[in-house]
């Protein structure tokens, strides 16, 4: 964006690796050290048919030999999702969940309910947000070594963004875009979870393109121009539509003239399983999107 002297780095976290990448890989390595280190064989954890979170876990126990199961929401399907299907072929046991059962998983004694019925595990918890993921996202903002002043990332648990921010300095800040419509208590979830950072935090809500795994087709539209015009894939869950609204912050003259920003790709690209018709269309080239969901 050359008139207005913004520059925009994108931390290609996408590319630590095909299965495990991102800030799925960021946010489960110190969780498969203390894993391996306490003589854990097994990782359980829980999500959705599409999750990333699910898809990185089932990768993480066939690169390190653990096993893994995957407690998922909701009744099996006659076809699996194409997530699930790559999570069962990496070795993933899967236990399917009602949802009004699912969704007490966090009350107390459900742990030890699974123990009961699994044995032994190491538990990751949905998203894989808990206190050892914090310092795997802590280290991205390490490697990065241009100057800048903004950070921007997109935010499901907001893990992620608690992580970058405990690692970013007074004079900079971050900008966290919620891929959910609606989450208030996602604020104060972060700043519980930093009480030492010194960096400004800021959110940015209006990107959110009708919720959760809501596609438009703008946003398929921006897909495709950065695809055609970076060679850069992004998912069609978070990242897209973080760095939509980088580059819509951008025209609204949001940011000070010579204003450095880094946008974290923080991966997902698996997303794409849930998006057949999308992923078609994308391969084949820029094309107006025209699907009714
Ligand atoms: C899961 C995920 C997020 C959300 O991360 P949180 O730490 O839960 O906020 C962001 N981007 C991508 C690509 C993800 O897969």
């Given amino acids: 964006m050359a008139d ?86 990496n070795g993933m046991q899967l236990h399917f969940m009602e949802r009004s059962h699912y969704r007490l998983k966090d009350e107390p004694g459900r742990i030890e309910e699974l123990h009961y019925r699994f044995g032994d595990f190491y538990y990751l918890p949905e998203g894989g947000t808990n206190a050892l993921a914090l310092p795997g996202c802590e280290e991205l903002v390490g490697e990065i070594d241009v100057p800048f002043d903004v950070m921007c990332c997109a935010a499901g648990t907001g893990g992620t963004a608690s992580g970058l921010r405990n690692a970013l300095h007074a004079n900079q800040r971050l900008l966290v875009f919620p891929a959910l419509k609606g989450e208030g208590s996602l604020p104060q979830l972060i700043a519980n979870a930093t009480p030492h950072a010194v960096a400004n935090i800021e959110f940015h809500r209006e990107y959110h393109f009708g919720g959760y795994a809501k596609i438009t087709d703008e946003l398929f539209q921006f897909i495709q121009y950065i695809f055609v015009h970076h060679r850069i894939l992004l998912d069609p869950v978070y990242t897209s539509k973080m760095l939509y609204g980088v580059y819509d912050l951008i025209l609204q003259n949001y940011f000070e003239p010579g204003t450095r920003i880094i946008a974290v790709h923080s991966g997902g690209l698996q997303g794409w399983c849930g998006f057949h018709q999308e992923w078609e269309m994308l391969k084949n080239g820029p094309a107006k999107r025209n699907i009714q969901r």
């Fill in 4 to 89: 207005r002297n913004i520059s925009v780095w994108i931390k290609r976290d996408d590319l630590i690796h095909p299965l495990l990448q991102g800030n799925k890989w960021r946010k489960m390595k110190f969780n498969l050290q203390q894993a391996i280190e306490s003589q854990k064989d097994t990782l359980l954890t829980f999500g959705g048919a599409y999750s990333n979170h699910i898809a990185a876990t089932a990768a993480a126990g066939q690169l390190f030999g653990l096993k893994t199961i995957g407690i998922i929401r909701g009744e099996p399907t006659a076809t699996p999702s194409l997530t699930l299907q790559q999570a069962a072929a």
